[in-house]
T-cell receptor, first 114, second 112 residues
Framework: SAVISQKPSRDICQRGTSLTIQCQVDSQVTMMFWYRQQPGQSLTLIATANQGSEATYESGFVIDKFPISRPNLTFSTLTVSNMSPEDSSIYLC???????????FGPGTRLTVT | GENVEQHPSTLSVQEGDSAVIKCTYSDSASNYFPWYKQELGKRPQLIIDIRSNVGEKKDQRIAVTLNKTAKHFSLHITETQPEDSAVYFCAAQGGGGNKLTFGTGTQLKVEL
């Protein structure tokens, strides 16, 4: 498997501000994704983080709201911009392992917007 | 795009009984079907997966079956234990890439 870390693990933010979440993997992976999981709900894919190029966003998610970077194979950031209470959620990084193609999740970042 | 339906949404069993969770998918090109277990406050953990060239896979008390013709797959847990209590998510990966589409989840409760 892959060891995935996310920072911060949780944060409480004021509306209108932005938060950048970092995801670091200990081994080379092929794909990196960002998901959102609202309380009691399933996992919703926000975007695929592409190394060295713009992320690929799913329907309903836009780059201006959720800018993503992936400067190398093992690191990615997700920014939640101009936050509102509706952005309160858990944000999870996910990776596809290079060798077995299995997908693993990071520990998540619990975001509360007040 | 892919659509995954999962049933039941909640499942309560007695310790030692079996539990079965079923999922259906829409994209006939989907070729990879993982199952995740998520305990309260924790990340989803991959517990078993199956690829479209296999009909069944087993790992100790957990098994997954796949019916490509009917486009459904199921998770079977035998001899359930209290530590099996969690939310279980099925997922399907389409033929167009590595994106997973998740089911809505099943809250499994194993009662003593």
């Amino acid at each position: 498997s892959a060891v995935i870390s996310q920072k911060p693990s949780r944060d409480i933010c004021q509306r209108g501000t932005s938060l950048t979440i970092q995801c670091q993997v200990d081994s080379q992976v092929t794909m990196m994704f960002w998901y959102r999981q609202q309380p009691g709900q399933s996992l919703t894919l926000i975007a695929t983080a592409n190394q060295g190029s713009e992320a690929t966003y799913e329907s309903g998610f836009v780059i201006d709201k959720f800018p993503i970077s992936r400067p190398n194979l093992t690191f990615s950031t997700l920014t939640v911009s101009n936050m509102s209470p509706e952005d309160s959620s858990i944000y999870l990084c996910s990776v596809v392992h290079r060798l077995n193609y299995e997908q693993y999740f990071g520990p998540g970042t619990r975001l509360t917007v007040t | 795009g892919e659509n995954v339906e999962q049933h039941p949404s909640t499942l309560s069993v007695q310790e030692g009984d079996s539990a079965v969770i079923k999922c259906t998918y829409s994209d006939s090109a989907s070729n990879y079907f993982p199952w995740y277990k998520q305990e309260l406050g924790k990340r989803p953990q991959l517990i078993i997966d199956i690829r479209s060239n296999v009909g069944e896979k087993k790992d100790q008390r957990i098994a997954v079956t796949l019916n490509k013709t009917a486009k459904h797959f199921s998770l079977h847990i035998t001899e359930t234990q209290p530590e099996d209590s969690a939310v279980y998510f099925c997922a399907a990966q389409g033929g167009g890439g590595n994106k997973l589409t998740f089911g809505t989840g099943t809250q499994l409760k194993v009662e003593l």
